[in-house]
Structures are given as C-alpha cells and as structure tokens.
C-alpha cells in the first residue's frame, strides 16, 4: 500500500458569482500516476492553478507529504516540491533550450550577487553542476541535441519536453501537467505517453490533466473526474469509464 | 562559464591604451572642457549601467532613477562640505551612499514591483518628484538640504593625500583635476561593466532574464520574483548612490536642479536607446548622449551663424527638440535599440 | 471653518480642470491601454495658443468673454490637429511593439512640444489678459470669484456633453466597443483606426478647453506648466479607475480638493514643519497610495489575472 503523498481536502474557489471549485477531496499516491479528467470548464485548470499558487483557495486544506501545504505564492509550492507545466506551454521564449532547464535549477541552488560577481570556486562548482544537470535532464526528455536552440524555435513536441525537463530540474515530488497531450499526434502522443511511465519508473509521482481519455485511461493509475467544480468519481480507470455519473457528465454536457 | 576569449586580449589591450591616452589627447586637442565632457560622459555610463540591471536584466520600467543619484549626491555635500561642518573621506562616503540609496531602493520597490509595466513607470516617476521636491524644500524649519540653493565648496575626492581638484605633475605631463577624475571615474565604471557582464551570466542574471521573459512561469520554477526584482531594485539603486556621491565630489556643487525627470529620462534613453539590457549599446548610449548634445551645444550658435549670419533659435531648446525628435525616431525605427542584444533583435523581429 | 469652505471652492475649481484633463488620458488609455504622456503638453499648447489668438483679438473691440471664446475655439482647432497627428505618427506605427516603445516616444513627443512652445513662445511667464468678468461673490464666508464660477460650470456643462455623446449616441457605442473589444467591435463594422482618432481628437479639444480654464484661474500661462498638470490629471484618471470615464471626472474632482484642503491644513497638520510648497507632493502621494492598496481605482473593476 503507497504512502499518501497529497490529500487535498474541501477546495473551493469562486470567481465572483461563480463557484469555480466545489468542495473538492481528493488523495494522491506516491508513485502513482493520477489523471484528473472532466468536460470543459469542469475546474481542472482552476484546480491545478489554486494547488500551485497561482490563485488563492477560498476554502479547503491540502496535505502534501505529510506536511500542510501553504497555498500561498507558486514558488513556495514549488519549493515545497510540486513543479507543473502549463497548458499553453510557458517557456522563457527567447532562451536557449538549455538556458530555460538551468533557470529551473535555480530553486536548488543558492549563488547570490556576491558569489556572481566573485566567481569563487562554490560558485563555479556549483554553475558547473547547474550546467550539467540541464543538459542530462534535455536528454533525459529527449532533446538533448537541441540544447543550444532558441526556445520559441523549437517544434511544438519539444517545446512541451522542455518544459517538463524544466519542472524536473526544480527537484519535484509531484509533477504536475497541465494537458501535455494538446496539439500532439498520435506518434508524440505515445512518445509521451513513454516518457511519463519513466518518470513513474524513476519513482517521481505525476498528476496530469488530460482531454485525450484514451490516454488517460491507458496511463493513469487512477483517475479523478470534475464536472461543475465538483469531484464525482475518483477510481481506478477501469471503473470511472463505466460509471453512470461519469458518463452522463460527457454525454449530458 | 565563458571566460576571455584569447582573441578579445588584442581588442581591448587597444580600447585599454585608448582609454588611458584620451584625456591627454582631448585635452591637448580639444581642451580642458571636452575632458570634462568625457568626465561626465564615464560618470553617466555608470548610471546607466545601474540602470540596466533593472531596466535591462529584470524588466522593470524605472523612470524616477535619478532620485538615487540624488540621494547619493546629497548624503556626499552633507558629509564632506563647509553645510554641516563635516569632512567625511570618500571612501567613507561612498559605500554610506550606496547603502542609502540601496535602502531607498529596497523602501520604493517593496509595495511597488508587483505593479503592471506603466503604473510601476509612473509611481517610480512619482517618487523621483517627491525627492526633488524635499530637497527643494527641506531648508525650513531645520535647513537640511540648503533648499534651491543646493550645497557648494563640497570637498573634492582626495587619493592619496592629493585631492583630485588639483593638478598633478608626473614624468612631465600635467594632469589637471578633470584628468585625473577621468581616471578615477573610468576605472569605476570598468569595475561596473565587470559587474554588469559578471551578473549576466549568472544564476542571479538568469532569475531577472527569466522574469522579463514571463513572471508566471518564472514563479512556477521557484524563483521568489518579488525578492529578485527587490534585488535589481537595490542594485541599480545603489550604483546610483555611488555615481551621485563622485558627480557632488567631482562637481563640488549640487542643487535640486541637476534631479529631475529630465536627468531620469536622459539615463532610461541612454539605455533603451543604446540596447536595453545589451552592456555595450548601454555604454554606447551614454557616450552618444553625453557628447552629442555637447558637440551640438558648441556647435549650434556658430552653425547657425555661418549660415543665416545670427543665431535664429535657441541652442539649448534646438538641442532638446532635436533630442526629443531623436526618441520618436529611433523608437519608430529601431525599438530595440541601436546595438540591441542578438536575443533582443530577436524579440522583436519575429 | 470658513477655510475648509474656502479651500472646497478652490479645489472644486482646481478638481474640474483635473476632470476635462483627466478625460483625456482615460479614454486613450481606455482605447490603446497606453499612457500618453505628451497630453500635458497638448493642454499647454492649447493655453498658449489661445493666448495667442486672444493678444490679436484684443484691439478688436469685440466684449471680453466673446475674444475668449474665439480664442478657445481657435486653440481647439489647434490641438485637434496636433492630437490626431501625435497619434498617427507617433503612436500608430508602435501599436504592435513592445510596451517601452510607445512610452519613450511619448516621452519624446512631450519634449518636442515642451521646446516647440519655448522657441514660438520663448522662456517668460505670459500674463493672461484678464477678459472674464472679475468679481466675486461671499458664500457662507467663502469667497468665491466669476472666474472660478465659469470655470466649475463651463467644465461640468462639458463633462455632461461628452457622457451624452459617449452614453447616448452611435459614435459613442462605437468608442465603447473599440474601447471593450477593438477586434469584434471591427467585425461589426467599426472603423477601429478612425475611432481612435477620434478619441485623440476629443481628448486634445478638451485639453485645449483645459489650458484655456488654467490660464484664466491662474493669470499666467508658460511652457513649462503642462508638466506637472499632465502628472495631475493622469494621478486623477487612476484615482478614478483608468479607462472609466465617470472615474476620471470624480477623480479629478476629489484629486483637486484632496490638494487644496491639504495645502490648506498641511501646515496645521505638521505642526509648522512642512507648509504648502508641498502640495505637489500630495498628488504624487495619492497616486502612489492608490496604485499600491487598489490599483483599480474608485470606480475601475478588479481584474483577475488568469494564467
């Protein structure tokens, strides 16, 4: 039996008038790889965004790792291990591939003003370290030969793997995707569909939202579905496809 | 992390022999008033290159940045002038002043830097004012600041035991005061472009890049922005503090007028207009921003009178439309600057 | 008493001067999202210009108020057509850049104006010859002059035309929809590029009406005082909540009458240590104030950002 790695408890989250985030729960396992599905506008992206920091919860406490975890401002999620990508792909368009994966190191690494302007020797054992880290997590998604490429030039597919070598490079405990799967083919889609298992192989814990349920139901260990701000099934993926809630929720919608 | 190329070593062996000659050759050429001009022209490189860290680097849109050259310029004539009665050295003064304003920095930014690019302008903008104003005014009931009066007799930097006002013999060269502040203000500046270029490549330079580029993703990566911005902020604001105590040393004078949003704008245009972020064009554009309206001021009177036979229009209001008319036309065609950086030029043609 | 009274009258008057100002920049920045910095400047041109026109008129015999108006409508002339060709020239071509661009270049616009005026109308304070009927009236121990009465009623007759105009007509659905949403609003048939100059041209005829206002409350007019009456009128405009024209007049109003009670008691308030050469300084707290704790201002909505 995993280890629970985040229990969320009771979110809620309004955008004015509209209840967003109803009084969600849900439990992540360690190791597992959690697929959070739902018709649109269902509040998986408000889900994601109020669980990284990007908007404050109105209601609802999250465990993360045994620890509460503060839902205050992305970057101390981040620090608190949780690293996510976006779903319209936000990378620092105009830096190099390789560039974009050392600033994801900056979390987990400390040289300050002093330590650039001196260029001691910590200071340059530890750029050294940045710089190798970055290139083995390119090749780690495959891009590895496109290391010197300006971000915004890379196709579509690498992009998306830049972006998940970057949240790697934060030191993650959860990886959190934002519907990695939009704008690929079938071909990318495996390919990605490969890189995640390894992930999961490699022991890191992965909660992805996805459209392509075909995917989801082939990858994910198990399966959470929203409609209307409100968590209505949260199974294995074999047990959500055939329930009725689930179903009326896609058919009825 | 790259380190000098060994082809670069000729190059600025050279730009290095030219920089030590100028002055000599200037004021033999030229005069006295033109090594002044290069004086000046090395002190606005400074500020400049300050303002870069936060224009350039991080993005942020300062315009009240002459306020901490004030701050700088002001502690400096209360401490080392007849005003007080105090007689501080340089070396004293200077790192107070970049402390100071670094302070000022940290005070403005904190409620300030999560403001949107035009209000985060006009509130810095605001807070520039604010500074003339005080110092314009903090002459009653306690007189502080001397008022529009400004500070005089402020003592000049002293090197070991000779002050630098005055002239100096060695191996049969005079060096007048303005040299040898020459000398002085351009090995400060080199010590600030090799913290610019140093910064740069660097985890910290990175962090700024990464928040100019996209502050949502920056904060998802774990960088606490609101700290590195803070951090620009005081930076900038510090080599402004320092440029202000060596101009109120240098000049041995300074008033309320020599801070307002003019100067401000004069330093975000040598910085825009060179190639933000890009430490070259930066210098570039403070030397063209400080010798051009020079050169034009010299020129202008006795152009005019060449060629209409009388001055027809006021130099100094010619020189500033022709600035103003400069802004508008290298922003309408070359936003990025005159030697933007090869990712900048990137930027904005695609 | 009868200072807090004294002072609301001058910073009713002051406050409405703000308001036609502060119009200015919030239907522009409402309309492009940028700050036009060299609006000031617009309202300065229009003082000077009507200065111009009203020294010719002198002789003429014609009544004072009636040189005044020509004035005026001659001044107006004059900053429509520099508002329309600021914005084409200098602001159209930089609409796709990125957002420094266009503020240097209004930076650059702002100077090229300032020193225009001093080359046409050199560096010296003008006197405005006093044309308006002069006298004044004592209200509940506040004094309170023609001039500041014009003043209050020419610009609120002004602001009530311009919410008609924008409120009740097709033009002014139009500005609304090019303001809203410039993409849709053209796919119903709106000219984008013709409503924003339009929204320029507006914008300049009431800074002309303002620097006409000024120089009449004031006695003087030069080329230096666009500059901190532009700051003013924009802190307004954000006081009110940018982009929100009701916002612009109430926040010109309050901004005005915030700075005279504060000139008025500042002295009082501290005690004898800061008096009233700081009352720039309260505009410029304000806007910073406000920027800080509620950047949308009185009357401007929240914005969320979404990721």
Known sequence: MSAVLLDARGVSKYFGGVQALKDVSLTILEGEIYGLIGPNGAGKTTFFNVLTGLYPRDAGEVTFVGHPLKLGTPHEVAKAGIARTFQNIRLFA???????????RHLRTGAGVIGAVLRDPATRTEEAAILRRAEELLHYVGIGDRAGAIARHLSYGDQRRLEIA?????????????????????????ALKGLIEGLRADGLTVLLIEHDVKLVMGLCDRVAVLDYGEKIAEDVPANVRNDSKV??????? | MPSVPSKAWPGMTLIGVALAIAPIVVGAGLGNAWVRVLDFAALYIMLALGLNIVVGFAGLLDLGYIAFYAVGAYLYALLASPHFGLHWPAWAILPLGAAVAGLFGVLLGAPTLRLRGDYL???????????????????????????PKGIARIDPVTLLGHPLSRSVEIGGITFTGVMLYYYLFVALALVVVFIGIRLQDSRIGRAWVAIREDEIAAKACGIDTRNVKLLAFAMGASFGGIAGGLFASFQEFVSPESFGLLESVMVLCMVVLGGMGHIPGVILGGLLLTILPEAFRHGAGPVQQALFGKVLLDPEALRMLLFGLALIAVMLYRPAGLWPEPRHRRELSE | MDIFLQQLVNGLTLGSIYALVALGYTMVYGILG???FAHGEVVMIGALSSLTFIRLLADSGLPGPVVVLIGLVFAALVCMVLGFTIERVAYRPLRNAPRLAPLITAIGVSIVLQQLAMLIWGRNYHSVPTLLPAGSHEVLGALITDVQVIIIAVAALTMAGLMLLVNRTRLGRAMRATAENPAIASLMGVDANRIISLTFVIGSALAALAGVLVSANYGIAHYH???????????????GGIGNLAGAMVGGVLLGVIEALGAGYIGDLTGGV??????????FFVLIVVLIFRPSGLMGEKLAERA
Do not use: C, H, W
């Open chain 1, 94 to 104: 105009n830096m190099t591939a390789l560039e974009n994966v050392m600033v994801g």
């Open chain 1, 166 to 190: 970057r949240a790697l490079a934060t030191e993650p405990k959860l990886l959190a995707l934002d519907e990695p799967a939009a704008g690929m083919n079938a071909t990318e889609t495996a």
């Open chain 1, 247 to 253: 179903i009326e929720a896609y058919l009825g919608a």
């Open chain 2, 121 to 147: 302008a006009i509130v810095t903008l605001g807070f520039g004012e604010i500074i003339r104003i005080f110092l314009n005014n903090l002459n009653a009931p306690v007189n502080i600041t001397n008022g």
């Open chain 3, 34 to 36: 940028l700050i036009n």
């Open chain 3, 225 to 239: 005082m666009g500059f901190i009456l532009g700051l003013k009128a924009f802190t307004a405009a954000v006081l």
């Open chain 3, 274 to 283: 800061l008096g009233s050469n700081y009352q720039d300084v309260f505009a």
